[in-house]
């Protein structure tokens, strides 16, 4: 081939370049594969080099960058061209008059509106809410509630100790808050204590290892086994309804001394109320009792001089009464799906 034709061809490339207009983005895929691909046509021009005479050599690479650059200083200019392009076409794709994208509103997790709930009930009869620590000490949650080491009533509690301390655990009951509030204030005493507690437990549809608890305390002279019993029905009848019974079976807590458990009458029409009282119509919501005088001294309060009442509920199961939900686990899965379908002021 004469050397004038060699150099003809690349200024011939470069031409085609400068004259090449790619309408679409495929059109652009083709010239980049052509022009920058890996078997780009201005890589068999240096080929040509070999043909080229000594002196005209330097010449003739300098052309063939050339069409190297133009190629490659084309292909950014048609690129960009077709992105703004792309651009302006979605662009005028936009209707603003179109109403807005809804942006959902998140909703208060069950629990939480459970406990709200509970909360506000007792609020409104003078008692203030108090929180505890979840990693607790043990003589919090045992040793000051009447249950000193080795007392078989630990055994009702199976309990998650620290590793490198087993003087501390996960709380296993919210009435470690009891014992907190009487160590730091003087009577009268009159507190609900809202928050997570933990029991090594299967996990199942109806058992939980952390689940949550309101506690109950009131402290003062001449408080009586009356004024309980007085509180908690105002308490059943607030949370379930005016019409509701409540009723109270003698029962063993270490902390209380005598010791009950309440039940709400929940009826016994339906077969989900057969179901869920066991076919007695009546369900269990708390444990109760009169404060044990060794918990009262346990916390340099006199127990000659004061005397209180004490309760603890679990709040999975009241809202899992008060929402119908059979599975405790759902609360604490947080699939979005479930969580939604509760809507609430509080
Ligand atoms: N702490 C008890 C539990 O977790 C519940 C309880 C029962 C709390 C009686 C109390 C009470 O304050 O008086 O099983």
């Known amino acids: 081939m004469a050397v004038i034709e060699t150099f003809d061809k ?28 890996s078997k780009n046509v201005i890589k068999s021009l240096f080929g040509l080099i070999k043909e080229v005479p000594n002196e005209q050599k330097r010449e003739f690479g300098q052309l063939v960058n050339k069409a190297k650059n133009t190629a490659e200083a084309k292909f950014e200019v048609l690129k960009t061209a077709l992105e703004s392009a792309a651009d302006e076409a979605q ?8 109403p807005g994208e809804p942006q959902a509103l998140g909703s208060r997790h069950p629990l939480t509106t459970t406990m709200n709930r509970i909360i506000r ?18 003589w919090h949650n045992f040793t000051a509630m009447n249950t000193p080491e080795d007392h078989p009533a630990r055994d009702m509690q199976d309990t998650f100790y620290l590793l490198n301390n087993t003087e501390m655990l996960l709380r296993t009951h919210t009435s470690s808050v009891q014992a907190r509030t009487m160590t730091s204030q003087k009577p009268p005493i009159r507190i609900i204590a809202p928050g997570r ?22 402290i003062d002279e001449n408080v009586s086994f009356a004024d309980m019993k007085q509180t908690l029905l105002y308490f059943a009848k607030e949370m379930y309804g005016p019409d509701k019974e409540i009723r109270l079976r003698p ?17 016994l029409e339906t077969e989900t109320d057969y179901r869920i009282t066991k076919g007695t119509g009546w369900l269990e919501i708390l444990g109760c009792g009169m404060v044990d005088p060794n918990v009262l001294e346990n916390c ?9 009442f004490a309760f603890g509920m679990g709040i999975e199961r009241q809202a899992m009464l008060l929402y119908d939900v059979g599975d405790i686990r759902l609360f604490f899965e947080n699939d979005v799906r479930f969580l939604k379908q509760f809507k609430s002021a509080f």
């Open 251 to 267: 029962s063993y807590f270490p902390f209380t001394e005598p010791s009950a458990e309440m039940d709400v009458y929940w009826g």
């Open 91 to 98: 662009a005028a794709d936009i209707d603003l008059s179109a």
């Open 300 to 308: 340099g309060i006199d127990s000659e001089k004061y005397t209180g």
């Open 10 to 37: 690349v200024q011939a490339v470069i031409d085609e370049i400068n004259g090449s207009e790619p309408k679409t983005a495929a059109d652009l895929e083709q010239f980049r594969i052509q022009y920058l691909g």
């Open 121 to 138: 009930i007792f609020e409104r009869i003078g008692f203030v809410v108090e929180e505890g620590p979840e990693i607790e000490d043990d």
């Open 197 to 218: 507690v933990y029991r090594n437990e299967t996990i199942s549809a109806r058992s939980h290892a952390q689940f949550h608890q309101v506690e109950g305390l009131y």
